[in-house]
């Protein structure tokens, strides 16, 4: 199976910060990668698809890098809304895997 | 708009049966494949298992092997997990995903474009 490992695991920012999320994968996934936005007692939110495209309704801020083993999720100018947990996902193959997850708290 | 509802969960003892439902509406739900994802309590996300359009291809994570199967009824836009001989560790919200994504090749490449609110699962005795 190939491990996804996301840093930090939690990450203290304000408001207007730029942040920058990692996920290394275990083996190489070419861009098959995805991001998610999780808030508490809610269901995922996909971000990201192949890597580094935005899905339609997400703002602008948010971007996504990466290709082979090496991936970032960037957030640009961090919004009240945009405290949560995020995921990074592979997709290159089955059984499909996550990251453990980084929680952007307030500072 | 794309709309999931999974139902089904609820207390189970430990070696018992659920069966839990994801309905759909909103789209032609017979052209996309959906998978299942479970969240144990104050842990990640983990995939669990995966069904085709039609149905016939299945995937299900080593953990739960055997023991959870899933189908579908494209006549009414609903896909089913059936969970047997659970365990404590089975304890999670199920969610129901809608899958997007690219096929090259006879191989394709998915990930979760639509989640539903989930259901709760616990195993306990």
Same mark, same amino acid.
């Given at each position: 199976?190939?491990?996804?490992?996301?840093?930090?695991?939690?990450?203290?920012?304000?408001?207007?910060?730029?942040?920058?999320?990692?996920?290394?994968?275990?083996?190489?996934?070419?861009?098959?990668?995805?991001?998610?936005?999780?808030?508490?007692?809610?269901?995922?939110?996909?971000?990201?698809?192949?890597?580094?495209?935005? !899905?339609?309704?997400?703002?602008?801020?948010?971007?996504?890098?990466?290709?082979?083993? !090496?991936?970032?999720?960037?957030?640009?100018?961090?919004?009240?809304?945009?405290?949560?947990?995020?995921?990074?996902?592979?997709?290159?193959?089955?059984?499909?895997?996550?990251?453990?997850?980084?929680?952007? !708290?307030?500072? | 708009? &794309?709309?999931?509802?999974?139902?089904?969960?609820?207390?189970?003892?430990?070696?018992?049966?659920?069966?839990? $439902?994801?309905? =759909?509406?909103?789209?032609?739900?017979?052209?996309?494949?959906? $998978?299942?994802?479970?969240? =144990?309590?104050?842990?990640?996300?983990?995939?669990?298992?995966?069904?085709?359009?039609?149905?016939?291809?299945?995937?299900?994570?080593?953990?739960?092997?055997?023991?959870?199967?899933?189908? /579908?009824?494209? =006549?009414?836009?609903? &896909?089913?997990?059936?969970?047997? $001989?659970?365990?404590?560790?089975?304890?999670?919200?199920?969610?129901?995903? /809608?899958?997007?994504?690219?096929?090259?090749?006879?191989?394709?490449?998915?990930?979760?474009?639509?989640?539903?609110?989930?259901? &709760?699962?616990?195993?306990?005795?």
């Amino acid at each position: 199976d190939i491990q996804m490992t996301q840093s930090p695991s939690t990450l203290s920012a304000s408001v207007g910060d730029r942040v920058t999320i990692t996920c290394r994968a275990s083996q190489t996934i070419s861009s098959w990668l995805a991001w998610y936005q999780q808030k508490p007692g809610k269901a995922p939110k996909l971000l990201i698809y192949k890597a580094s495209t935005l !899905e339609s309704g997400v703002p602008s801020r948010f971007s996504g890098s990466g290709s082979g083993t !090496e991936f970032t999720l960037t957030i640009s100018s961090l919004q009240p809304d945009d405290f949560a947990t995020y995921y990074c996902q592979q997709y290159n193959s089955y059984p499909y895997t996550f990251g453990q997850g980084t929680k952007l !708290e307030i500072k | 708009e &794309v709309h999931l509802v999974e139902s089904g969960g609820g207390l189970v003892q430990p070696g018992g049966s659920l069966r839990l $439902s994801c309905a =759909a509406s909103g789209f032609t739900f017979s052209i996309y494949s959906v $998978s299942w994802v479970r969240q =144990a309590p104050g842990k990640g996300l983990e995939w669990v298992s995966y069904i085709s359009n039609t149905g016939d291809t299945i995937y299900y994570a080593d953990s739960v092997k055997g023991r959870l199967t899933i189908s /579908r009824d494209n =006549a009414k836009s609903s &896909v089913y997990l059936q969970l047997n $001989s659970l365990r404590d560790e089975d304890t999670a919200v199920y969610y129901c995903a /809608r899958d997007r994504g690219h096929c090259d090749g006879g191989s394709c490449w998915r990930y979760f474009e639509s989640w539903g609110q989930g259901t &709760v699962v616990t195993v306990s005795s």
